[in-house]
C-alpha cells in the first residue's frame, strides 16, 4: 500500500508541473541587427528623468509606464545618429500604437520647429518631438556618447542599452520589438 500512495504522490507532483506551474518565458532572442544592444540581467528602476515635449512642457519617463520604450537619444550633429534616424522612424511606423513606442529624444540645443524639421527633412517626420536641450536625460542614464538607446519595460525597469547605431527597421527588430510588447502589462 505505501507504494500506492507514493505513486499517487508523484503522479499528482507531475500533474502540478505540467499543469499549474507555468515556466517563466524567456525574453526573445536580441536579433543581429540590434547586436549593440545588451540586455540587464537584473533590471532596475529607470531614473526619474524628464524631457521636453513640442510645446515646451516636460514629460516625465514614468508617464510612459505601462507601455515598453524604446528611448534613443541622437543629437543633429551626430552623423552616426544623423544616419539611424530614418530607420528609427521607420521602426516607430511599423510598431504603430500600442504597447510599445518609440521615443527618440534630441540632444541638440535646437528648439522643437527646428527639430521637427530637422527630423522631416532626415526621413524621421513620423516621431513625435522630444528635446533633452540641458543634456539631464543623458546624464541620468550615464550617457557618454550618442546615439544611446534604452529599453523601458513596462514597468517602468530599464532591461537593455546600446551605444551606437543600430538596425532599428530590419524586420527581425521589428519582431523582437512587437514581442516585448506582447509580454508588456496591460
Not at 129 to 157: E, K, N
Request: aromatic share 6%; net charge positive; glycine share 6%.
Amino acid at each position: 500500500m505505501p507504494i500506492a500512495k507514493i505513486l499517487a504522490a508523484a503522479f499528482a507532483a507531475a500533474l502540478a508541473v505540467l499543469y499549474v506551474i507555468r515556466p517563466v518565458e524567456a525574453s526573445p532572442a536580441i536579433p543581429k541587427a540590434l547586436a549593440s544592444l545588451v540586455p540587464d540581467q537584473s533590471p532596475k528602476p529607470a531614473p526619474a528623468a524628464t524631457i521636453v515635449d513640442a510645446q515646451g512642457h516636460p514629460v516625465p519617463l514614468a508617464s510612459f509606464k505601462g507601455r515598453v520604450v524604446i528611448l534613443n537619444m541622437w543629437a543633429t550633429w551626430c552623423a552616426p545618429c544623423v544616419q539611424e534616424l530614418p530607420a528609427v522612424g521607420k521602426l516607430a511606423a511599423a510598431l504603430g500604437p500600442g504597447k510599445v513606442m518609440v521615443v527618440a529624444v534630441s540632444a541638440s540645443h535646437d528648439d522643437a520647429a527646428k527639430t521637427a524639421a530637422f527630423l522631416k527633412a532626415h526621413g524621421a517626420g513620423n516621431l513625435t518631438v522630444y528635446r533633452d536641450p540641458d543634456l539631464s536625460l543623458m546624464t541620468a542614464f550615464g550617457s557618454q556618447g550618442l546615439p544611446f538607446s534604452l529599453v523601458i519595460d513596462g514597468r517602468g525597469r530599464e532591461i537593455a542599452r546600446a551605444s551606437g547605431p543600430m538596425k532599428w527597421d530590419d524586420p527581425a527588430a521589428v519582431a523582437y520589438f512587437k514581442a516585448l510588447a506582447s509580454r508588456a502589462p496591460s
